[in-house]
């Protein structure tokens, strides 16, 4: 199994129960939804706002993940549970949202180093009336939309696209799906519980590589690593390239 398999199998549960209940609408970007950037002055203020979602006082979760299996993901498709921007105008939300990646070549040594790169990615989106805050070390995200971006037909279908089409140019990057979630703050939180499990990964990944810690029996995240095969092939090239470098 790869490092989020179990999550990505959640995340797919999730999303066919929010189907079945009528709740998603699917498009497949194909590279020519294009929306303006405006990445110097990309400040949408309270009274210019249309849509808020994620404001800190309601629920939010944002989090990228990886598979290594083409099979598993469409690429170009942009989910939607909930209502699309136009459909939230005057509104403020809480909102979702999941970066799905199908990834080649990555292993022990090179892992980490993607991970982060790919994480600056997220929020290397500067889309004209589109503003975003995000919180990376809490997996939360708080944008906002102009009134002028909505007028002119601003959706996710734009800023779903800008994102895939950002990932898509890393050359171990084969497909890319994105999910937004605006259903309900129900729908929200049951994601979020996926995305906490994320994040622990992510947090023990980052204290082996950022840290050098290698010393199970005092790490915090000792029986993560116990039941994840990746993280123990993880710390062990890192072990051994520690060695080696003071050798």
Known sequence: MGLFDKHYNEITAYLNRRRNEGKISEFIHNG???WPSEK??????GPDTAVELGNPKDASTSFLMWV?????????????VGPDLPHLNGQQVS???VVIVDASDFDADNS??????????????????YM???VSQHQREWSRVSKEAIQNGFSFKH????????????PYVRSVETVFITSSREDVLEVKAISDHVTTLISAMNKMT?????DCDTCDYNDVCGDVAELRAMRKSLAKRETAAHA
């Open 32 to 34: 020519q939804t294009k």
């Open 159 to 170: 800023l779903g696209g800008a994102l895939i089409d950002k990932f898509s140019k890393r």
């Open 132 to 134: 975003m805050r995000g």
């Open 40 to 45: 110097n002055r990309n400040l949408v203020l």
């Open 68 to 80: 290594n299996d083409p099979d598993k993901i469409k690429n170009g498709r942009i989910t939607i």
């Open 95 to 97: 909102f979702g949202k």
């Open 112 to 129: 980490y180093d993607r991970y982060r790169e790919m994480e600056l990615l997220r929020y290397d989106i500067h889309l004209k009336g």
């Open 210 to 214: 950022e840290e050098l810690s290698f």
